[in-house]
């Protein structure tokens, strides 16, 4: 959000924010850009006058520098490996990026909801046929990486993402770091959240935000939003399923589980349930939404839903008779408006909720959502941060650290000093630190557990501009490395990692919590293993081959494969190399296909053989000298 466009929304309504203002927002002066605005002497929170804290002055031209990162070392040598594992979102790319921390180092791209010649992924049957079965769609949008936890800390067998763009959901499967699973979400538009039912990744919950009518099936009056809903999904993490929804009031944006089981909580726009800007920012007040997991799985056990696409969709809508009483399934907290980030503390005792549109986050005590009658009598903390608070990430030591937009900072604040000021202090923050430029989400390491690590943090940031060296129109992001293991040093800015637009949010876990295999298990593969010497080819109809073959260092199993014009060629091939690290492929570009095939993997494709000629299959992998030599023919002979 530019400067300019929250100037607009006050416009609009969304609050009169101006200094002073008694409903309860603050904001920027109108026309008054932010450093100047700093050089007037009315910085946001504080900044001049913090203990600690790590921004510099600029010498050169009095205005605020950035922290720098002498006493900070994380350059990993070579041959040495990282600490952690940073798993981060590549946003409209469709894929996950893999780096090791502390370096910043990419080391892999895991295609998600993308086609990766480089992997294979899209080109062989089975992730074709998952990708086609998900919906068929050519791209996706990752925003939120979550990796499975066991008792509360990461047991590095999973990590789950959402797709934006498409309402779907995805596994990775990290003994392999590659996508084994995508659910197509019924009722759903626009997946915006992966998080899990803790501390055991019971359900992992996709959080819908865009309001359609449901069912979406051109029944009922289509250009009335009032007739419109969002639903959050629960999914089994094991089978994929959508086991049940629940249909709100309003849209969902971002959401985080507590961590003993109970709630999940959304933050929430558009209580309007408008269907354009002005309608959506009328209102000068939106919620969080907890839902009561163990209250809405009664309800579904009870047969309180309606079957819509073949899914149990339970009714959390304020008026629904679900919430009336003392126990509701869904409670409805409000907050300032259009609230962002919404991330639980690691000691369970609050979820803490960003303001976007308002220089505070509230923090909301757990335990006393469903004792009080006034739910906004749960929010035990607002203190005011900065402008354009948006995500909140946690060092295990008592601290939050949180994403400031238009300030283009990240804050570092007390979370049990923010509960005991009075509402809208500064006292809470401890430091700020100058991030480049305008940060969406940020993750410390480990933050997401019960037990975060406490050293390192990532700020995605959405704008770079002068950071890196020019590459036209479109400039990279910027993932920038702050280490905050120091708290009487301050943060301190450490690496700028350049990252192509527009990733959102990361997971970073302890290399120790993560055990890849080196090559493939073949028990693990559905498909069956072919060995050496026991390649065959064989006509299994009028119009159709199989073929099973091997391939290793320098050659296949077939030097030569001859079909008719018009065959079903269904090619299966095992990489035989128990070397790792030895990856072969089989390229047969005039048909489309490009399997990559790591050790003791196998790989299948199936095409039709339409032209009759000559065809050349090749290893796009150079794995030995005689690498341009590793070739087989595809002799296709013309129908007769």
């Avoid at 800007?277 to 809405?296: H, L, N, Q, Y």
């Avoid at 009598?377 to 946690?394: C, E, F, R, S």
């Avoid at 559905?526 to 119009?543: C, F, I, K, N, P």
Wanted: charged letters at 25%; a negative charge; aromatic letters at 8%.
């Amino acid at each position: 959000m530019s400067n300019d466009t929250q100037r607009s929304t006050d416009a609009e309504g969304s609050g009169d924010q101006t200094t002073g203002s008694t409903d309860g927002f603050d904001s920027l002066l109108p026309g008054v850009r932010r450093r100047d605005f700093m050089k007037a002497g009315a910085a946001v929170g504080g900044i001049s006058g913090l203990a600690g804290c790590s921004s510099l002055l600029n010498e050169d031209d009095g205005v605020e520098g950035t922290a720098s990162a002498s006493g900070v070392d994380n350059s990993v040598p070579p041959g040495e490996h990282d600490e952690y594992y940073a798993l981060l979102s590549g946003g409209q790319a469709g894929d996950v990026r893999v780096y090791g921390l502390p370096s910043m180092r990419e080391l892999i791209r895991i295609p998600v909801f993308n086609y990766d010649a480089s992997r294979g992924y899209g080109f062989d049957d089975e992730s074709k046929q998952m990708l086609e079965d998900a919906g068929g769609y050519t791209w996706g949008d990752t925003h939120h990486p979550r990796i499975s936890q066991t008792d509360g800390d990461y047991d590095g067998r999973f990590a789950y993402v959402n797709d934006k763009a498409n309402g779907r959901m995805a596994r990775i499967d990290l003994t392999y770091f590659e996508t084994d699973a995508i659910v197509d979400i019924p009722n759903q538009q626009g997946t915006h959240g992966a998080c899990a039912q803790l501390p055991d990744t019971d359900l992992i919950f996709g959080v819908g935000e865009f309001r359609t009518p449901v069912p979406n099936d051109g029944t009922g009056d289509l250009e009335d939003p009032d007739s419109y809903g969002s639903v959050l999904a629960a999914i089994n993490p094991e089978t994929m399923n959508v086991e049940w929804e629940v249909l709100i009031d309003g849209n969902m944006d971002n959401g985080d589980g507590s961590k003993e089981g109970r709630y999940f909580f959304t933050s929430a726009y558009n209580t309007e349930e408008a269907a354009t800007e002005s309608g959506m920012t009328r209102a000068d007040r939106d919620d969080v939404k907890a839902f009561d997991i163990p209250r809405i799985e009664a309800a579904v056990e009870a047969g309180n839903y309606e079957t819509i696409n073949e899914v149990p969709v339970v009714d959390g809508r304020k008026d629904s008779p679900l919430n009336q009483g003392d126990e509701p399934i869904v409670h409805y907290i409000p907050t300032p408006k259009s609230p962002h980030g919404v991330s639980v503390t690691p000691d369970n005792e609050y979820v803490v909720i960003s303001g976007k549109l308002d220089p505070t986050a509230s923090i909301i005590d757990i335990d006393k959502i469903d004792e009080v009658d006034d739910p906004t009598d749960a929010i035990v903390g607002q203190p005011k941060l900065g402008l354009g608070p948006l995500h909140t990430a946690y060092d295990g030591r008592g601290h939050a650290y949180t994403t400031l937009f238009i300030d283009s900072q990240v804050v570092k604040w007390d979370i049990e000093e923010a509960v005991n000021a009075e509402p809208r202090s500064e006292s809470p923050v401890i430091e700020k630190i100058d991030v480049h430029y305008n940060p969406g989400h940020l993750i410390a390491a480990e933050s997401y557990t019960e037990d975060p690590a406490g050293d390192w943090l990532i700020s995605l940031n959405k704008l770079s501009k002068d950071r890196f060296l020019p590459v036209g129109p479109q400039h990279p992001e910027n993932d920038q490395l702050i280490y905050i293991g120091d708290d009487e040093n301050g943060m301190e800015l450490v690496k700028d990692s350049p990252a192509q637009a527009e990733p959102h949010d990361a997971s970073i876990c302890h290399k120790s919590k993560i055990d890849p295999k080196a090559t493939y298990d073949p028990e693990d593969l559905e498909l069956s293993h072919t060995a050496e010497g026991e390649s065959s080819m064989e006509r299994v109809g009028d119009d159709r081959v199989e073929i099973e073959m091997y391939s290793t260092r320098n050659h296949y199993g077939f030097q030569e494969m001859v079909v008719r014009e018009g065959d079903e060629v269904e090619m299966q091939v095992t990489n035989i190399e128990t070397t790792s690290d030895m990856l072969h492929s089989v390229a047969i570009p005039e048909h489309d296909i490009h399997m990559r095939i790591a050790p003791q993997e196998t790989r299948k494709a199936t095409f039709t053989a339409d032209e009759p000629g000559v065809y050349w299959i090749y290893c796009a992998h150079f794995c030995s000298a005689l690498h341009l030599e590793m070739r087989s023919r595809l002799i296709v002979k013309p129908e007769v």
